[in-house]
């Protein structure tokens, strides 16, 4: 552990200005991001004597080997730079919301010639209106079902769509009136927009205006006589108003707002958060952390807002969002949320009314998400700490394995070989710094000679990062400042999948680079057997061994995610086409020459004039193009296997 004082900046050298600063440790990682309305007075309470510290910030300070800050010109830009930096670096003591599931959405593709209501996870994309988030998948399906009857929009993906366009008949939701079956031409393009558009309206809560006017169009119908036409909407109201039920009313002005709670104790915090749309609950949410920062409430509420609204844009953030404290520089904050949706926003503690007894119910379910939580991980922290100080213990490590790579190579038959590294930091995977590797040193089958070159190759990358960053030593700053790359932090351990000889050349390996402070083992499937390097006979850990299940777990990851990537280089090399050995020609071009001649066998039979008629291709591409397939060796023709009759391909470019 470092010493404050060493890295301590000379008095009068940090500025008395609002600003970013960010803590790193020896390897030059960031371990901590913070913002403040002035550099000085908060650097200097981290110079302190470490005894006055919290244990949390005691903690980090002794961790870091250097500090460094960015000056700015208002308190926005800095709670924008922070955010900007702790999604950059993930600095390990910040509090960082992490969720154990990806909450669904209910989207509409507004982006495409035909918009699609669907079912979207993950990543927001451009051009894409969401609704949500919600808990549970099934949920979006009810109410989609529900409203497809008085909103037809399609609902089919790309693929099913243009099956059906070059049929020329719709689909079975088309039959039964529950899409209206752009496919076929039954709607225009705009007339299909506009129900999409009506669908959106009517999710974002202008509810009661869509109602009242089929109201009066069913009376209409009615009188006229037109009872057919008159139960069909009567129907269709039913159906809307069935949707509405299932998201009851919970304040009475339309009240466009997200309602934030936070239940905490001393380790850990939970934060739950509303979306209310139209005055209805549109949505709900919720993510658990350990307080690996000394933070309070008002705390915890800034970081919050950061995750929610950190990526989002217009009317994605509320009018109003309402909070059980204020942030300490609520105005900046406030001013940052206005700026993100465009247009201002109210950030205040409810103190009264329907809003008020709201909020109370978002702190309960806030409160029983954390217990549950709780309850959960009861014993997870303690199994955790257990498991590591085993492996250490077994492998005779002098403290215990805090971050652990495993590798595992993977092929078919001698094909393909890959090899995966996988990471588990204080006993938990961090997936973003999974890595794969392709073997290049040789072809055919040899583990332990892949199990070398991929150690060397990871090794020296290690190697050559730290010689580009340098080491911080007292108040010497490097000269490359950037953000230090994939492989720069060494492991404690390094776990193979294999037996003695697996672990004999990853040794092997980490000798020829000189390195000597990375300990290596491996663990062989058939007995499940820990392996150490220059030991004739296995370590035998207990089976019921916390550091035995750990290890095990860390194997069959690397395992797993070395067979994926496996597959997916195989099932590519399966799908190469004779456009791939034409030089210069991407992905979108590629894809610009099938959609213009439905398929690589008309292409084939094109002109070098003709294929000149698809936008971006010059003549030298087009004559590129026609060698390439003309020298391609004739695709194997499909055969039907039930009776062994050739299939042979139509001009559309399916088969038949």
Known sequence: MADPSSYRPKPGQIPDSPGVYKFRDEHRRVIYVGKAKSLRQRLANYFQDVANLHPRTATMVTTAASVEWTVVSTEVEALQLEYSW?????????????????????????????????????????????????????AIRETVDLMLRVFPVRTCSAGVLRNHQQKGRPCLLGYIGKCSAPCVGRVTPEEHRELAEEFCDFMAGRTGTYIRRLEKQMM????????????????????????????????????????IAVAEDELEAAVQIFHVRGGRVRGQRGWVTDKVEAVDIAGLVEHALQQLYGEERGDAVPKEVLVPALPEDSDAVGLWLSGRRGSNVSLRIPQRGDKKDLME??????????????????????TRSRALEEIAEALGLDSAPLRIECFDISHLQGEDVVASMVVFEDGLARKSEYRRFQIKGFEGQDDVRSMHEVISRRFKRYLAEKDRTGEWIGDDTPEDDSKPKRFAYPPQLVVVDGGQPQVAAAQRALDELGIDDVAVCGLAKRLEEVWLPHDDDP?????????????????????????????????????????????????TRKQALIKHFGSVKRLKQATIEQICEVPGMGRKTAESVAVALAQAAPAAPAVNTATGEIIEENDGGSRT
């Open 220 to 259: 209409a119908a009615a009188e006229e006589m037109e009872y057919e036409r008159a139960a069909r909407l009567r129907d269709d109201i039913g159906a809307l108003k069935r949707a509405l039920e299932k998201n009851a009313v919970v304040l009475a002005d339309a009240t466009d707002a997200d309602l």
């Open 361 to 382: 119910t978002v702190q309960r379910n806030a409160q029983q998400a954390l217990a549950l939580h709780k309850t959960k991980r009861a014993s997870d922290l303690t």
């Open 539 to 587: 370590v035998v850990l207990p089976r019921s061994s916390e550091g035995l299940y750990l290890l095990q777990r860390v194997r069959d990851t690397a395992h797993d995610f070395a067979i994926r990537y496996q597959r997916s280089k195989r099932a590519k090399r399966i799908r190469t086409s004779p456009l791939d050995a034409v030089p210069g020609l991407g992905e």
């Open 86 to 138: 702790i999604k950059e670096f993930d600095p390990r003591f910040n509090v960082k919301y992490r969720d154990d599931k990806s909450y669904p959405y209910l989207a509409v593709t507004l982006n495409e010639d035909f918009p699609r209501v669907q079912v979207m996870r993950g990543a927001k994309r451009k051009g894409v209106r969401y609704f949500g988030p919600y808990g549970h998948a099934w």
